[in-house]
């Protein structure tokens, strides 16, 4: 007997059976219709498998992880083409192409009907010439790549056969490659305006904050003391005037020399004094505005990010605000 395992056979009327249903009540065959007969294998050296008897091995052109992925798909009823998973009805292995002299390892049908072949790739491609017949007839074909264990590997999946499926593909790999780029550029504009909303806001708040300490109070007491003072000083120096017309009225020219300089004094003093009150009720002016363009700029960060759809940044933790997920992913 040969050591080479299989776990799928067939009975006589054609039904696929998979190793784990097997028993030794049945006959089982390599394919249906087919003379190379199946022996059932089950001891305690070797895993429960089908084997082949050495005369026959000359009948066999192909591997047991080639035929085992081909019966799987008749077994199961579907197959994977990169990442989607399609259902196939009535699969036939080995099947003659059309009145061609290529054969298909599995040939069926999609549910809605378009007839298709799969082309299980282990180490032999399918040659250039049976692509060309393929495509010059329009037969949807797809090609499944297995490693050496028989494990398809998703990624490699190719279809070629049909004109206007190749056009979708193609579409489809732009409009990935467009959306990647998208997201790319997204998440970066995000981060900057982030970044930049988080920078702008420290430097205000350090800024604020030292103003208000310099100042010695809120931004409502020294707008109330700037007020006051400002009253003050436009009482003191309605006081002055009048106080130097009464001067000059009764006085001698000494004594309205004596007021002139007091007034010119006074005057300095209070015009230093304003300079001072305008020069902080600008610099408040200036902090409400900034204030203002990070509240409108953070409002605008957060609608960004309210608009973002869940599957751009994966699975969102339950009880953990979408804001918080996406600065922290982001970031």
Not at 85 to 111: P, Q, T, W
Not at 151 to 166: K, R, T
Not at 268 to 275: G, H, N
Not at 324 to 329: E, M, V
Request: hydrophobic share 35%; glycine share 4%; net charge negative.
């Amino acid at each position: 007997m040969s050591e080479l395992k299989y776990l799928y056979a067939c009975l006589k009327d054609g039904t696929v059976v998979s190793i784990s249903d097997a028993d030794k009540s049945q006959e089982y065959y390599l394919y249906p219709g087919e003379k190379v007969k199946l022996i059932l294998r089950h001891g305690e050296v070797y895993q429960k498998h089908f084997a082949v008897k050495s005369e026959d091995l000359h009948l066999i052109n192909e591997s047991p992880e080639h035929y085992n992925f081909k019966m799987n798909i008749l077994k199961e009823g579907y197959f994977y083409y990169k990442e989607y998973k399609l259902l196939i009805k009535n699969a036939k292995v080995e099947l003659r192409i059309s009145n061609s002299l290529y054969r298909a390892d599995v040939f069926g049908e999609l549910l809605c009907g378009t007839p298709c072949i799969i082309e299980v790739i282990k180490t032999c491609k399918v040659s250039e010439e049976k692509k060309e017949f393929i495509n010059e007839n329009q037969i949807l074909t797809f090609e499944i790549i297995i490693d050496k264990d028989g494990n398809q590997i998703i990624e490699q999946s190719n279809c070629y056969g049909n004109a206007e499926l190749e056009r979708l593909t193609s579409e489809i790999v732009n409009y990935k490659d467009e959306i990647t780029s998208a997201d790319y550029k997204f998440r970066w504009k995000a981060k900057d305006l982030y970044m930049g909303h988080e920078n702008e806001t420290r430097s205000i708040d350090r800024r604020v904050k030292k103003a208000i300490e310099d100042a010695g109070g809120s931004i409502e007491n020294i707008r109330r003391r700037a007020e006051e003072r400002g009253e003050e000083i436009r009482v003191r120096s309605e006081q002055i005037q009048n106080r130097a017309k009464e001067e000059i009225k009764f006085n001698d020219e000494t004594i309205f020399g004596k007021a002139i300089t007091k007034i010119q004094n006074d005057g300095i003093e209070q015009r230093a004094l304003c300079k001072q009150i305008v020069y902080i009720a600008r610099e408040i002016r200036e902090l409400e505005r900034k204030i203002k363009i990070q509240s409108e700029l953070e409002s605008e960060v957060r609608k960004i990010s309210e608009d973002c759809q869940p599957e751009w940044f994966g699975y969102f933790p339950k009880g953990v605000p979408k804001l918080n997920h996406i600065f922290y992913f982001i970031s």
